[in-house]
């Protein structure tokens, strides 16, 4: 089962639903991004792994099956507090932070 989390980003309100357990081939791509980041690249290989990460999209203002291609890049601000908090939420499934997961 996944587990749902509440978006946190005003441009676009809702929730997504990670992958919870992540498979592993996504964990091994996000292990990856995460040793290889590139100040000029990272939204390339990044966004690829985030979207394999999410079993279900229900954001307000968002595209309705996300690709690399379609992600919405803009406004800049907001897209950047879309993916910081992505980023966030993927990562604490990945390192297990289970004593905070309100879901268990």
Do not use: Q
Not at 12 to 27: A, E, H, L
Not at 35 to 52: A, G, H, Q, S
Not at 77 to 103: C, K, M
């Amino acid at each position: 089962m996944g587990k749902r989390v509440e978006s946190t980003v005003k441009k676009f309100p809702g929730f997504v639903v990670f992958m919870d357990p992540i498979p592993d081939p996504t964990c091994r791509k996000l292990e990856y991004v995460m040793r290889n980041l590139e100040k000029d690249t990272w939204e390339e290989v990044l966004i690829p792994v985030l979207i394999d990460a999410v079993e279900a999209w229900e954001l307000e203002n968002f595209v309705e099956n996300p690709t690399p291609e379609t992600f919405p890049g803009s406004p800049r601000a907001s897209y950047h507090r879309l993916v910081a908090w992505l980023l966030g939420e993927i990562t604490s499934i990945y390192t297990g932070n289970e004593d905070d997961d309100p879901n268990e």
